[in-house]
């Protein structure tokens, strides 16, 4: 397992030499986008109206920030962890369709985004639970906040990151899971098990 640090925007030949359980730091621009970010990203390009960034080669992060309000009103990152990704796999079509090549969050997507993501050249980075503190300390500054309207933890964050990591690939451009994997010998130790 190869341990890379990339630059975002993100090269598809370098998302697609990732595989599955090497760990990645990346530097760069990284958005956050959550359920209500995804929604309005859809609800956008419906009405072909413009986004407020350019999401090819881009790193979505599904998380929530805490951040502080500072006195001259710009942003202060405190804390960010992932959220639970599945909830945004209705939209793989469409993240991929932006050109997003890296997903990060919690927990996997499901078997439709792994097949885009070998289509497109796409890949999943599992931010590690309950790290929030450690993923925070590699974000140098927030740079930008749109629709703050729907909440800190649905805006979209565009935060800039210096090591951002550890990130394992979860699921890669080959059609490997980790998340399957292991769904996989915990069912057959199961039957082990229990018959």
């Known amino acids: 397992m190869a341990e890379k640090l990339l ?3 993100l090269k598809e030949e370098e998302v697609r030499e990732l595989k599955a359980g090497d760990v990645v730091y990346l530097k ?3 958005f956050t986008s959550r359920d209500m970010g995804h929604i309005n990203i859809k609800q ?12 090819n080669g ?3 992060f599904h998380a929530g920030p805490v951040v502080n309000k500072k006195e001259d009103g ?4 405190v804390v960010i962890g992932p959220t639970t990704s599945i909830r ?3 939209y793989y079509k469409m993240v991929a369709d932006l050109g997003v090549r890296a997903i990060i969050g919690k927990g996997g997507l499901a078997e439709d985004s792994l097949r885009q993501f070998a289509e497109t050249g796409q890949v999943y980075l599992q931010a590690a639970p309950g790290c929030a503190v450690v993923l925070a ?4 500054k927030i740079k930008e906040v749109h629709w703050l309207e729907l909440g800190v933890p649905e805006a979209l964050w565009v935060l800039d990151a ?3 990591g550890p990130l394992v690939v979860g699921m890669d451009s080959h059609g490997t899971s980790v998340y399957k994997e292991l769904r996989e010998k915990a069912e057959t130790r199961n039957k082990e098990l229990y018959g």
């Open 137 to 140: 300390e590699g974000i140098s």
């Open 58 to 60: 881009s790193a979505i």
């Open 44 to 55: 956008l390009l419906e009405k072909n109206e413009k986004l407020p960034v350019d999401f």
């Open 162 to 164: 210096h090591k951002f």
């Open 88 to 90: 945004m796999e209705p």
């Open 74 to 77: 710009t942003y202060e990152l």
């Open 7 to 9: 630059t975002v925007p």
């Open 28 to 30: 760069g621009p990284i």
